[in-house]
């Protein structure tokens, strides 16, 4: 058995009982943890006050050799995101972007990239400063983070080059999202700008606020979105209620 500290955002939660909870937690350093706190509802005790969905802060782990599920012993928070508890589209996002986490990390295998991308989303979106965020910036956040976490888990789409001045790409999703020429087998019919977009994030290009419209960035988004759902055979409650039905 072995304890560590480490920085980690509550994306699980489930109550174990009145004064206790199990919670997923994506930490820095360890991936994916799932973890009982015991105690952890009472009201004094050291973890300020429970382990709330969608925080960020510092944990105190028991991590046991092959057993999946550690002890959480301690939990400062640093971050509650409280634009994402009045904003129904920070909401959606927030909630969408942490089950995306919890399905394309394995558990214990460490994802800095991921953790930290988390991290930027919700600060962007969720923190006191983000009243004024527009569509646009929540569109181009959202669009990063799922390419991030496709990339941070081995499973970007595999784009190469494309005819640019055609009127339609052509996405395999079956096929590791490669772009191709030939109509074999299943394949989505994209515009050439939603790829371009694409093309930016796999360069590491920043995508430019204000300057992308926002037609453009929402398609992008519902395409990385469905070949997610393809990738993991299944559409989550949490993609449905952001995106509607992707067909």
């Not at 634009?83 to 972007?97: D, E, P, W």
């Not at 941070?152 to 996405?171: I, K, M, Y």
């Not at 926002?214 to 993991?232: G, P």
Request: aromatic share 6%; charged share 20%; proline share 4%.
């Amino acid at each position: 058995m072995s304890s560590a500290e480490d920085d980690a955002i509550c994306v699980r939660h489930w109550d174990y009982s009145e004064t206790s909870q199990t919670v997923g937690l994506l930490t820095l350093r360890h991936g994916i943890v799932r973890a009982i706190a015991k105690g952890a509802r009472r009201e004094r005790g050291g973890f300020s006050g429970g382990v709330d969905l969608l925080t960020a802060g510092r944990g105190t782990l028991l991590i046991k050799p092959n057993q999946t599920l550690a002890t959480l012993t301690g939990w400062q928070l640093q971050d509650h995101f409280p634009r994402i508890r009045s904003s129904l589209v920070a909401n959606r996002i927030a909630f969408y972007a942490a089950d995306l986490v919890c399905r394309l990390a394995a558990p214990h295998d460490p994802h800095p990239a991921m953790y930290r991308g988390l991290l930027n989303l919700l600060r962007q979106i969720g923190g006191r400063q983000s009243d004024h965020v527009s569509q646009s910036l929540l569109q181009s956040l959202l669009l990063e983070f799922q390419w991030l976490t496709l990339h941070d888990a081995g499973l970007q789409p595999v784009l190469g080059s494309f005819d640019s001045d055609g009127e339609v790409a052509l996405f395999a999703p079956h096929d590791g999202g490669k772009i191709t020429a030939q109509a074999d087998g299943l394949v989505w019919k994209v515009r050439p700008a939603t790829v371009k977009l694409l093309l930016a994030l796999q360069q590491d290009a920043a995508l430019p606020e204000g300057t992308i419209e926002i037609e453009s960035l929402q398609r992008a988004n519902r395409l990385l979105a469905a070949y997610i759902r393809e990738t993991i055979s299944e559409q989550p409650p949490t993609m449905l209620a952001l995106f509607g039905e992707l067909t």
